[in-house]
């Protein structure tokens, strides 16, 4: 079945410096979708790519979509304390609507 | 405007109780699913709803685990005879439209934690 997976599990990050996760999907994606989950709160919808090779930027967050549509990236730059959190990306494999999760990447942000 | 609402936000039970949890999802949203979330793991899919039907049960950990929804609004996630191991945090998603658009951004509630003791 369709395994989507991301690394690092866990990223400690000094207050300014930047960081890369990844996201790898064993089937091709339709579209990825990125979501922000704070400390005790619930998942929260970033950003979605749809396009082969698809760049979007978000102040200091850029994501990306792999040309094959089977990886992405979430680029943070100059992280801050606000940063902090698990970031999950989601795939879906057609125009189906069930997103599968990867297992998220917790960033933590020390000043 | 309000967002997904779940209830309770706690509930702890004693094993072999049986629990039920409650998603209000975002009015007019089509799309409904119910994930658990187990302490600093990601999300793993229980059930989808298209309106009232549920075309994706899949996720459903055992027979244990049922869920409906009325009225193509709020549903209702039971868990008979609860396990220590069912104890995780119960999130409801909903989304505006058919699930045909996989596109489709999914508006997340703040969770039932659920501890069975």
């Known amino acids: 079945g369709q395994q989507v997976m991301q690394i690092p599990q866990y990223q400690h990050v000094q207050e300014g410096e930047d960081f890369t996760t990844y996201c790898n999907s064993s089937t091709t994606l339709s579209n990825i979708q990125w979501y922000k989950q704070r400390p005790g709160g619930h998942p929260v919808f970033l950003i979605q790519l749809v396009k082969s090779g698809e760049v979007k930027k978000q102040k200091r967050l850029t994501f990306q979509f792999g040309e094959a549509k089977k990886n992405s990236s979430l680029h943070i730059t100059a992280t801050q304390t606000t940063d902090v959190g698990t970031y999950f990306c989601a795939g879906s494999r057609g125009s189906w609507g069930k997103l599968q999760f990867g297992a998220g990447t917790q960033v933590v942000v020390t000043p | 405007g309000a967002g997904v609402s779940q209830s309770p936000s706690n509930k702890v039970t004693e094993k072999g109780k049986d629990v039920e949890l409650r998603c209000d999802p975002i009015s007019g949203h089509t799309a409904l699913y119910w994930y658990r979330q187990s302490l600093g793991q990601g999300l793993e899919f229980l059930i989808y709803?298209?309106?009232?039907?549920?075309?994706?049960k899949s996720g459903l950990p055992s027979d244990r685990f049922s869920a409906e929804r009325t009225g193509g609004s709020v549903s209702t996630l039971t868990i008979q005879r609860t396990q220590q191991e069912d104890s995780a945090v119960y999130l409801c998603?909903?989304?505006?439209?058919?699930?045909?658009?996989?596109?489709?951004?999914?508006?997340f509630g703040p969770g039932t934690r659920l501890t069975v003791l």
């Open positions: 998603a909903s989304s505006p439209n058919s699930w045909e658009r996989s596109t489709d951004t999914q508006y």
């Open positions: 709803f298209q309106g009232n039907s549920a075309p994706d």
